[in-house]
């Protein structure tokens, strides 16, 4: 007999029919394992990948998706070494040159020569270092609250999260997406996917260096959260600005870190659909 699902499968389920209808379920084989993506949107639509943030899975897009997929064909990702439906399996996953190489074979399994690319926080980091690497791939890139792009954590943020990366829990969890966000009301089946993410065993979240943003060539759009508690958004804005100067950079004056991109979805919706064109 099968075991039962655990907390996490039945959160990751329950969020998943959140989607809208006839939204697909791809796993695509890579050499470091089956990757997992939704797919949403018309199929003559223009690509548009879509990275989340750390435990918040592919699926954190689910109040984007409805829009964007109007006019996109809409890729969100379950990231490799993250929770999921993403396994590793095959070639070890060591560092960051082992994520780019992992998006070459997914792009290339879901047959995109080229696509429009947007990450959230962790998933802002690897997209940009994956411009870098493919710019060839990359029609436009957009940047969801980056971190470790132009600036690194605020010390009191790192602080914050230590005790949910020592003693994982979900109460932990959701003490510290209430801290950073204020309050704010989130999506209470997401939060709870989110806080039960930091409990699985087997993560794997590769980290690395900043990337060198200003070798950016492609158009690039940065959204920063205003209340964001992992850096100061003015701050970030200015370094964004000094490194791409031809970048549209907008601070979302309501929005927090891990309050993007699923609350009040429609301001973030709108920025990226006129961005994107």
């Not at 797919?39 to 699926?59: E, I, N, Q, Y």
């Amino acid at each position: 007999m099968s075991a039962p699902p655990s907390a996490f499968d039945r959160a990751y389920e329950e969020l998943r029919a959140r989607w809208p209808e006839f939204t697909e379920e791809r796993d695509v084989a890579t050499p470091y394992g089956p990757t997992r993506v939704h797919v949403h949107g018309p199929a003559d639509g223009s690509p548009l990948v879509l990275l989340p943030g750390g435990s918040a899975t592919g699926l954190v897009w689910f109040a984007n998706a409805p829009a964007l997929g109007r006019r996109f064909r809409v890729h969100a990702v379950d990231l490799l070494g993250d929770v999921g439906r993403t396994e590793r399996r095959g070639t070890p996953l060591k560092g960051a040159d082992d994520l780019t190489a992992w998006l070459d074979a997914l792009l290339d399994g879901l047959g995109l020569t080229r696509t429009h690319l947007c990450g959230h926080s962790y998933g802002a980091w690897l997209a940009t270092r994956y411009a870098l690497h493919a710019p060839q791939r990359i029609d436009r890139l957009a940047l969801v609250d980056p971190t470790q792009v132009f600036a690194g954590f605020r010390p009191g943020y790192l602080l914050r999260a230590l005790p949910s990366v020592l003693r994982p829990s979900e109460s932990r969890a959701r003490a510290f997406l209430s801290w950073e966000t204020g309050d704010r009301p989130l999506d209470e089946t997401w939060q709870r996917l989110y806080a039960l993410a930091t409990t699985v065993p087997g993560r794997k979240l590769v980290v690395g260096g900043r990337p060198r943003a200003a070798e950016l060539r492609m158009p690039v759009l940065v959204l920063l959260a205003g209340h964001s508690r992992t850096h100061d958004a003015a701050k970030v804005a200015a370094k964004a600005r000094r490194s791409l100067p031809r970048a549209e950079v907008t601070i979302l004056p309501e929005a927090t870190h891990h309050s993007l991109p699923l609350a009040e979805p429609e301001e973030l919706n709108d920025h990226l659909l006129r961005f994107l064109g």
